[in-house]
């Protein structure tokens, strides 16, 4: 695919004119001091949220660079995500605005979210979202990640705290910046041995659970598909309003989906096309799952009538199912 290529083009062209490659990496370069640096948004796994101003305001993700990994590879690393980064425009997308690319200074700059995520409305507010609003909500997801994976992108690390809801339109960050971040910071400190925190492993995909080992999170085979799975979670989120396998130890979550088992449907008050749509984004083979294209056409032909058989209250699970 052509998004395959531009990369695969920008790689070749590096290596034979670097020049040219150095003067347009320049105009992204942010000099560090250029940046008014606020007060702190919140402390990801790797980096820390700023709120900033850079000719208006701007969120700033500092990254947490450690001495040991500034080894010239990590600021390559980088340079080779801020480069794919660069290349996003779209309206359900955070607008990449440049880095700052001097160690042990690196960050990114992007446009400033104005509402809350999608994290904090389903499992934090306990905001409740209906069908319809659902299906808008995923649709937007669909298009954002459809562009995306167009230009060769995998996010790598789709979930509801890094999609944002601003006024109904939906905000997607994060995407394509899991190396860099994960060599800044070695292993995770605050997950178990195997680097998991808690609220990931239910977005991956049954082929990355088989692969996880300790200290290898850069060798997980993350792909388009598996972006699908952690969007079928995002989806039951969604209409849940909780995670798949709530209340779960992870050895279990992980012994489940390794093995191919579901969240079980059974409880949950919703149309058989809703479900479906779960259960083919959570296929245990990468190739049955669909792609953002299709997944988009499904949702936009999901039955209004159905769908508005009681606009007021969400899909929700029985009680039974809590227990
Ligand atoms: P993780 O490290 O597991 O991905 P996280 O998504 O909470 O966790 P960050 O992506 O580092 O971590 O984000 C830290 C905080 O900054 C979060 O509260 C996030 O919502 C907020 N944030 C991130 N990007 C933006 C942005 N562009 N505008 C406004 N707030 C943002």
Known sequence: DSGVRADSLDKHSNARWPRQNSLSMKEWDIPYDDVKIFEVIGAGRFGTVCRGSWHGAVAVKLLHVLPLSDD??????????????????????????????????LAIVTSLCKGMTLYTHIHLRKDKFTANKSVLVAQQISQGMGYLHARGIIHKDLKTKNIFLESGKVVITDFGLFSVTKLCFGNNARGDSLGIPSGWLCYLAPEIIRALRPHASLLLPFSKATDIYAFGTVWYELLCGEFPFKGQPPESIIWQVGKGVKQSLANMQAS?????????????????????PSLLNTLQKLPKKRLARSPSHPVHLSRSADS
């Open 272 to 292: 058989r096309d809703i479900k479906d749509i779960l259960m083919v984004c959570w296929s245990y083979r990468a190739a049955d799952r669909p792609d953002f």
């Open 72 to 105: 010239g590879s990590l600021l390559d690393t980088f340079k080779h995500e801020v480069s794919i980064f660069r290349k996003t425009r779209h309206e359900n997308l955070v607008l990449f605005m440049g880095a700052c690319m001097k160690p042990p200074r």
